[in-house]
Nanobody, 115 residues
Framework: QVQLVESGGGSVRPGGSLRLSCEGP??????MGWYRQGPGKQRSLVAT???????TYADSVKGRFTISRENLKNSVYLQMNNLKPEDTGVYFC???????????WGQGTQVTVSS
């Protein structure tokens, strides 16, 4: 079982910034990423990063969000700038373990963007 610890959520005004962090146990992760679930919406991809550095972003966050990972710390980060009300939701860390291909979810962290 892989337990992921997320932090960094909070409440900000439109145009503000937040940085999410997610740390997992020591192992090799083939993919690390973030998903979000807005009020009344399904969970959807925000950004992912493969172990080779390849990134994927949702169109709605391109140019505003940046994903990064620190393999030695088994961590993935999401820098969110110029936040908009529609970015509001619960953000979930997601990882795929290289050795067995299984995926795991964090507990989620709330991000609220409101004036």
């Amino acid at each position: 079982q892989v337990q992921l610890v997320e932090s960094g959520g909070g409440s900000v005004r439109p145009g503000g910034s937040l940085r999410l962090s997610c740390e997992g146990p020591r192992t090799i992760y083939s993919i690390m990423g973030w998903y979000r679930q807005g009020p009344g919406k399904q969970r959807s991809l925000v950004a992912t990063m493969k172990d080779d550095g390849t990134t994927t972003y949702a169109d709605s966050v391109k140019g505003r969000f940046t994903i990064s990972r620190e393999n030695l710390k088994n961590s993935v980060y999401l820098q969110m700038n110029n936040l908009k009300p529609e970015d509001t939701g619960v953000y979930f860390c997601n990882v795929e373990v290289w050795s067995n291909g299984l995926t795991y979810w964090g507990q989620g962290t709330q991000v609220t963007v409101s004036s």
